[in-house]
C-alpha cells in the first residue's frame, strides 16, 4: 500500500480554521477500509468534520472511513473537510499515516 496526503487550510479566522486533508492512492490495489491519523502540532481542536467519522485525543486524530467512502481505488482520492479551532497554534500537520503506513506529503 502506498498513497498521499496532502493538508491544505481553506480559511481561517480568529481562533478558527477550516483545512481539508486530500488522500490519494498511490498504489496498485484498493485501500479499503482506511484510517487516516495525524497528529496537530499546535493546538487545534476539531469542531466538525466531514466524509469521515473522527476522534480526537488532544492533538492526536483519527479519521475513519464512513460505508460510501470507505474503498479508494488506485489513482483515486478521499477528502476529509473540517472545521476548528485553536488558542495559541494554527500550524499545519506534516506527516500522515493510513491503516498504520505513512503516506508521501
Do not use: K, R
Amino acid at each position: 500500500m502506498s498513497c498521499s496526503a496532502v493538508y491544505s487550510l481553506v480559511n481561517s479566522w480568529s481562533g478558527g480554521f477550516q483545512a481539508q486533508v486530500v488522500l490519494t492512492n498511490t498504489g496498485t490495489t484498493a485501500i479499503s477500509p482506511w484510517q487516516l491519523v495525524w497528529t496537530f502540532p499546535g493546538d487545534q481542536q476539531i469542531s466538525s468534520l466531514w466524509d469521515a467519522s473522527y476522534v480526537q485525543s488532544g492533538e492526536h486524530v483519527t479519521a475513519t472511513a464512513e460505508s460510501y467512502n470507505s474503498t479508494i481505488a488506485p489513482s483515486a482520492s478521499v477528502t476529509v473537510g473540517f472545521t476548528g479551532s485553536y488558542t495559541n497554534s494554527d500550524a499545519s500537520p506534516t506527516s500522515f499515516t493510513v491503516n498504520g503506513t505513512a503516506c508521501a506529503t
